[in-house]
């Protein structure tokens, strides 16, 4: 292609609110076979809500969630916030005043610890409970498979090191996500989702989108190594992410787009920025790029 015909291409995509920063980023895209998404924010809207409550022990809900929400008030995490908002449906006012947290800690990837009225609490995933060596039931692996096979996260609430309720978060997929999905299939670019969240949602989500080839309880690092397996294999690969931990990933990938919505630090790391937040861009950037370099040589 011609650097007029480059400069034409870049110009297109910024009218339609696909940010192509450069004139080698336009020029990857064509070549992609293969497209890795994040799960939440980038398939799914990543506004998550709290849907139900599942107590395993004897307690009033209001006082449950007053103390989860004393210790998720100080995380900045996506479940956090839905946690807190739900919380608040509890309480008249509009801005309730929390009960102080005592030695927060923040566990990235796993969950959240602080002391609230004397009581520890703990809120997080599967592996966080596992690892601070509290037990988890039958009856509250089955309610967890539950959630997950909706598609929906387990969040798991222990207080004084007992397992007391699981809440069941839901963060659906933005609608389009599964025609997206099958058109890059029909324009034989294979997708593969990974994320941060635990296997049984994943697997649901993935299902849900129509993709095959998940991983899930991947970190950051595992984010970006799985882009470099699959150029290894030979594959020229795109990640569409949103988040801090999708920063890695986006800057392996020989294409990495970021959904606009997302943070700074992901907007920085990726060469495309889909401005309007839509997966349907994906398909734009790509289409531009093909028609750009296919039709002069
Ligand atoms: P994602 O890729 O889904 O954004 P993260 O790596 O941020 O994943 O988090 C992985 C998992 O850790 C979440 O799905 C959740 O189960 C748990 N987790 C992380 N932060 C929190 C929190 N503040 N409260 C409860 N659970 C959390
Ligand atoms: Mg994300």
């Known amino acids: 292609a011609t650097p007029t015909a480059v400069m034409v291409g870049t110009g297109v995509g910024a009218s339609q609110g696909v940010l192509i920063k450069g004139g080698q980023a336009l020029e990857s895209a064509h070549k992609v076979d293969c497209i890795v998404f994040d799960k939440t924010g980038t398939l799914t809207i990543g506004k998550p809500l709290v849907v139900n409550t599942r107590l395993l022990k004897n307690m009033v809900l209001r006082e449950f ?10 995380s900045e995490h996506p479940l956090a916030k839905a946690i807190v908002e739900y919380a608040k449906k509890f309480r008249d006012e509009e801005n309730p005043v929390w009960a102080e947290a005592k030695n927060f800690e923040s566990i990235t990837g796993h969950g959240v610890r602080a002391t609230v009225q004397n009581k520890e609490i703990i809120v997080g995933n599967k592996s966080l409970i596992l690892k601070k060596g509290i037990g988890i039931s039958i009856d509250a692996d089955e309610i967890l498979t539950e959630v997950e096979e909706l598609a929906q996260t387990g969040i798991l609430v222990c207080i ?10 839901s963060d659906p997929l933005k609608p389009g996500a599964h025609e997206v999905i099958s058109i890059l299939k029909s324009m034989k670019v294979k997708s593969i989702v990974v994320t941060g969240d635990n296997w049984g949602t994943a697997n649901s989500i993935a299902k849900e989108v129509g993709i095959d080839d998940v991983i899930a309880e991947a970190k950051p690092e595992d984010k970006a190594e ?34 606009g919505a997302g943070t700074d630090i992901a907007i920085e790391a990726a060469d495309i920025v889909l401005m309007k937040s839509n997966l349907e861009d994906v398909i734009t950037a790509i289409d531009l790029s093909r028609k750009t370099f296919t039709r002069i040589r």
């Open 65 to 74: 969630y007053e103390l989860i929400a004393a210790a998720e008030v100080n």
């Open 226 to 259: 799985k882009v470099k397996e699959l150029q290894a294999s030979g594959r020229v690969v795109a990640m569409v992410g949103d988040g801090i931990n999708d920063s890695p990933a986006l800057v392996a990938a020989d294409v990495g787009m970021a959904i």
């Open 160 to 169: 004084d090191g007992q397992l007391t309720g699981i809440l069941a978060i």
